[in-house]
């Protein structure tokens, strides 16, 4: 592995637990780790294929740990409902009831697109990428370059069998690294609790402080007899990895430093004051606006039975927690006045090269040619907003624009396609055909696609969506009302693109003989491409011209702050630390950093969300926690509260103790800190942890997975 040039850090300066580190940085912050309890040499983590980063992997949404030799996977429960959506039916419904296979033969395939990734190897790449660019590329051509040197470097990257190969921008274009995973293609569901423990508190706790929810699952990776990567198989054989996590069974206590390690997926904290006000300005209250109408549609039409109910799960489930999120994220905006102190930070950039006339001309022009980007999105972010949950809104138009673009695309040699669409992702691709299958739902998706009709239907002039309003036009109604029911009957009456193998067989279509199929779905995805087409040339040619603008912005920033800059997550592995920590929410009231099962019972009302299993609540009332009984707390530890930094994608991390156990699974946030995506906040700034003695229990004395807690090294006490 190449030598990677990072920044150094001074991390005594810095508040503990800030910070998403690259594994390549953590040995620089040797000395207060050692003195917060770290046994492990801090060498060990810049090593990806050595213990403990080796058994840390990835399941392309959420983080994940290996923790037996036979490729078993523990995870949050949430990050595996798609899976337990997808094999249920009214009769066998694993969301309600959980899963749990009696041994290996009974495990059952996730979905057909999931995926596990083992992260072997980082190299720096910065030059091969962004250096050497002329002067008189445009920002359009600019992009296009970057573009087609990442791609040929993942090409490059991938011809050994069953890598995954991908090349990141780090510090807004500063840096480049390159990060090569092995692919595991066959992923199975070994185990999941049921929604009562699993999903306890629902929505109503979820982003809130105190937590009784037993948020993890279990899969398993499985390769081919030679141990390579390989497509599902009965033949395969459990992946045998070098180093998995052992499960902590001993004490946690208030103090006690934790790691997590895992895949965050994106944050914001060097975004400009103008795209802090967009944000607070319209983004977010439109986003939370539109996912409260999304959901209510969904919800109701969920009450037609319980099979729509179950392919409308997952999507209200991804709705609501990012509404609840956006809405945190808005009062944090609003509370912290994060806009001001952006701006501020702006006016500091200006004074420090004030005294420079070359810079500080040089710094105008920046901002100034910034400005202008964000400007040009003004211009058209109510259309541009309307237009994108027109497909949030209705898979079934997702899939139509999938199967029509995919046409387009299949024509160009395969370097000159978009990189979703390259070769490299056709069979995951064809997978998610399937797994989409089971949220596709024709009632709800129509229902869903006239809410957005009616909104892209009032639309100001200068913003409206030309191909929306000629389809409702060629109605011939009058009323647009009456277009849009007109216009609906027409596509739902008409479309095939509810039917799975019908769409499976469009995967091979060229345009010609996608476009003669006559399908009322398709050709609405078709009209509304140009539109699509447009704003994706725009954004690249505004991410062109970001790769100008950003590292200076970058470099002026850094001077403000004081050179102490952690990366914005970008869905690549991080480390981050934290210690054991309660935290004071508002004047008067102090939260612990613990509960315990006594909490089930004080909110458990046997229905809806505080449904908990009879066996869970017998067991708690008769303090029957064996083993996994915390004596200073006096009861079964359940969750806890850190303040390690994290966001959406770190959902499973490894929360490990100081030996390098796993203690816990990061599974959420605390409301008061829902800003950290853009600001980190010391003071309220907590993660949220499932205790691993509360997993160990629940798998003991309330589902009976013996099997899989000897496999883990753990011998079944409660009987």
Not at 373 to 393: G, H, N, P, V
Not at 539 to 551: M, N
Not at 647 to 665: I, K, Q, Y
Request: hydrophobic fraction near 35%.
């Amino acid at each position: 592995m190449k030598m990677i040039s990072i920044l150094t850090v001074t991390f005594a300066s810095v508040a503990f637990g800030q910070g998403m580190w690259m594994p390549q940085q953590v040995p620089q912050l040797a000395e207060p780790l050692k003195e917060r309890g770290l046994e492990l040499d801090p060498q060990q983590f810049a090593d990806l294929t050595g213990f403990p980063m080796g058994a840390v992997v990835s399941t392309g949404g959420c983080s994940a740990a290996l923790v037996s030799p036979l490729g078993l996977i523990a995870t949050n429960h949430h990050c595996v409902y798609g899976y337990l959506q997808f094999n249920s039916t009214p009769e066998r419904d694993l969301i309600r009831n959980g899963f749990l296979a009696a041994d290996r033969t009974g495990e059952i395939q996730a979905s057909p697109d999931s995926r596990i990734y083992v992260t072997t190897g980082i190299e720096e790449v910065t030059d091969r990428i962004t250096g050497r660019i002329g002067p008189r590329l445009n920002d359009l051509e600019r992009a296009k370059l970057i573009e087609k040197r990442r791609k040929e470097m993942i090409a490059q990257c991938e011809k050994p069998r069953g890598l995954r190969c991908r090349v990141d921008s780090f510090f807004a274009g500063t840096q480049y690294l390159k990060t090569t995973q092995m692919e595991i293609r066959d992923v199975r569901l070994a185990y999941a609790p049921g929604a009562g423990i699993g999903n306890y508190g629902g929505e109503t706790d979820n982003w809130m402080w105190p937590r009784h929810t037993g948020d993890f699952g279990f899969l398993r990776a499985y390769v081919g007899p030679d141990g390579q990567p390989a497509d599902h198989s009965p033949d395969n054989v459990p992946y045998q990895p070098k180093h998995w996590l052992r499960i902590a069974t001993g004490d946690l206590d208030p103090g006690d430093l934790v790691i997590v390690a895992g895949y965050p997926g994106v944050t914001f904290r060097y975004e400009t004051a103008e795209e802090t006000r967009m944000k607070i300005g319209y983004l977010f209250p439109t986003s939370i606006a539109y996912r409260k109408e999304l959901i209510g549609i969904l919800e109701s039409e969920s009450a037609r039975g319980r099979e729509v109910a179950i392919r409308n799960a997952s999507r209200i489930r991804s709705l609501a927690n990012y509404l609840k999120k956006y809405q945190g994220t808005l009062d944090a905006f609003e509370k912290g006045r994060l806009a001001d102190v952006r701006a501020d930070e702006e006016r500091r950039m200006r004074s420090l090269v004030s005294n420079d006339g070359e810079l500080l001309l040089k710094h105008e022009a920046v901002m100034n040619e910034l400005q202008a980007i964000f400007d040009a999105e003004k211009e058209t972010l109510q259309r541009d907003t309307a237009f994108s949950w027109l497909y949030t809104a209705s898979p079934m138009l997702s899939q139509a624009d999938f199967a029509y673009e995919m046409s387009r695309q299949r024509a160009k040699r395969d370097a000159d396609r978009d990189e979703r669409y390259q070769e490299r992702n056709w069979p995951r691709l064809r997978g998610l055909i399937a797994r989409t299958q089971r949220q596709i739902e024709p009632g709800t998706d129509r229902a869903g696609l006239a809410h957005f009709l009616r909104k892209a239907a009032v639309l100001p002039p200068d913003q409206r969506i030309e191909a929306v309003d000629a389809a409702l036009a060629a109605t011939g109604e009058s009323e647009v009302e009456a277009q849009i029911d007109s216009l609906l009957e027409r596509i739902y009456s008409g479309t095939r693109i509810a039917d799975q193998a019908w769409r499976e067989d469009r995967f091979d279509d060229s345009t010609r003989e996608i476009t003669a199929l006559g399908d009322p779905l398709i050709e609405l995805a078709a009209a509304l491409r140009p539109l699509k087409d447009a704003n994706e040339r725009r954004e690249k040619e505004w991410k062109g011209a970001f790769s100008r603008l950003r590292p200076e912005y970058m470099n002026a920033l850094r001077a403000v702050r004081g050179g102490l800059l952690a990366p914005d997550a970008n869905g690549t592995l991080r480390v981050t630390f934290g210690e054991v920590v309660g935290y004071a929410p508002r004047d008067g009231v102090m939260y612990t950093p613990f509960t315990t099962a006594g909490g089930i019972l004080e909110k458990n009302t046997g229905e809806g969300e505080f449904d908990a299993p009879a066996r869970a609540l017998e067991l708690v009332r008769d303090r029957r926690f064996g083993p996994y009984q915390d004596p200073d707390l006096g009861g079964l530890p359940v969750n806890f509260l850190t303040t390690v930094d994290i966001t959406n994608g770190n959902s499973g991390s490894a929360t490990l103790n100081g030996r390098g156990e796993l203690a816990g699974l990061a599974f959420d946030g605390n409301y008061e800190a829902m800003g950290s995506d853009y600001v980190f906040d010391e003071k309220l700034q907590r993660a949220i942890h499932v205790d691993s003695r509360y997993m160990l229990w629940v798998m003991d004395a309330v589902d009976g997975a013996d099997h899989l807690l000897r496999e883990m090294g753990i011998e079944p006490q409660i009987p």
